[in-house]
């Protein structure tokens, strides 16, 4: 199941700035694709009380949640808020609770527990503590500040690799442990810093997790976390594990682009515009006879389109094609020329052509 963090962890993106009606729209989108739960912001963030407000009234059966940090003061503005989960960052290694947090392992675990505790005495209903910076933390500690948490009434832990150091592998064998110690949900936080949150997160899936955080184009802190369209269409389309709506993903990505000045590169999975674009001679040829020997899925099925298009790496089958579908037709040595042609204009043009062009070329 997955967790929708665009709100939250996104917004921690350098630079990004949602307005009420951007967080709306990715609200709307989100519900529409059928994500279980959305993290919609953290506690004390302007505007959150509204964006839940307005959240709750179409929510459906996704669950919300607010993200708050270890603190009993915070806990109750976000029971304040009416909310019914709640998501308690805790972190776990010792560089972070003596140069952070300024305490031990013995306060730490203390102040978990009473932090819990307030969460679930003001009425929340599901508390995550999420653990940070998991990786680098002591196994032995971790499992038992996990343990500890659902002693005291946590729904979930959530298992942050803070740093995006793990690789699947490492990601597997953590999954494994904690599972093995826990009869609550558990959950991944996986960061990207070394371009593996993705797989890590749907390798966590296969291994017990029973959420994986991610958000749209994986924007979050640094080099950002998992993403969402890239675990959606993973999960319904190659595992068909999952009944996510997933044609809209694109337009959805897009939106999220403007809104945070993050540019989509053209061969982004899932949200490029060129991934199912072909001018390779050898795989144009082989599309036409049979799209599935070079694509992994139907381009509709995320509401993209295939585009093949002739230029400096076309063949003589890939330009008849291409004649072909433009109502054109000419006899093998004309059609030799022409693929010189096209060719010779494409690098100078240093871009495959369009239909026109090549049109043009085979009048002359």
Same mark, same amino acid.
């Given at each position: ?54 959240? !709750?009234?179409?929510?459906?059966r996704t669950a919300l949640s607010v993200w708050s940090p270890c603190r009993e003061t915070d ?162 389309? !190659? ?33 490029? !515009? ?91």
């Amino acid at each position: 199941m997955l967790i929708d963090t665009t709100l939250r962890e996104g917004a921690q993106l350098f630079g990004a700035y949602f307005s009420m009606a951007a967080r709306e729209r990715i609200v709307s989108g989100l519900l529409a694709i059928g994500v279980e739960e959305i993290e919609l912001g953290w506690v004390g963030q302007e505007g959150l009380d509204e964006l839940l407000r307005r959240a !709750k009234k179409r929510r459906g059966r996704t669950a919300l949640s607010v993200w708050s940090p270890c603190r009993e003061t915070d806990i109750r503005t976000a029971a304040r808020l009416g909310i019914e989960r709640i998501s308690i960052g805790v972190p776990v290694s010792d560089l972070h609770i003596e140069k952070r947090l300024r305490t031990n392992r013995e306060g730490l675990l203390e102040r978990l527990a009473r932090t819990v505790l307030a969460a679930r005495l003001m009425g929340i209903e599901y508390v995550s503590v999420g653990l940070e910076d998991v990786s680098r933390a002591d196994r032995d500690f971790a499992i038992k500040a996990a343990g500890l948490a659902q002693d005291v009434g946590a729904s979930r832990v959530r298992l942050s690799d803070s740093l995006g150091l793990l690789t699947p592998a490492a990601t597997m064998e953590l999954v494994a442990a904690f599972r093995d110690k826990l009869d609550i949900d558990l959950a991944v936080h996986c960061h990207d810093d070394f371009g593996m949150a993705t797989a890590n997160a749907v390798t966590a899936l296969s291994a017990g997790a029973d959420y994986a955080d991610a958000s749209l184009l994986g924007i979050g802190e640094r080099s950002g976390i998992a993403a969402i369209e890239e675990l959606a269409a993973y999960l319904a389309i !190659k595992e068909e594990s999952h009944a996510y709506d997933v044609q809209n993903l694109g337009g959805l990505c897009h939106f999220v682009s403007e809104a945070a000045g993050v540019p989509v590169p053209r061969t982004k999975a899932i949200a490029g !515009k060129d991934i199912f674009a072909c001018e390779s001679g050898l795989h144009a040829h082989a599309l036409s006879k049979s799209p599935g020997l070079f694509e992994p899925f139907d381009p509709e099925r995320i509401g993209a389109n295939r585009m093949v298009a002739v230029g400096g790496k076309s063949g003589r089958a890939a330009v008849a094609r291409a004649l072909a579908d433009n109502g054109l037709d000419l006899p093998e040595q004309g059609l030799a020329a022409l693929v010189h042609e096209v060719r010779k204009l494409a690098w100078e043009l240093e871009r495959p052509l369009t239909g026109s062009e090549l049109t043009e070329l085979a009048k002359n």
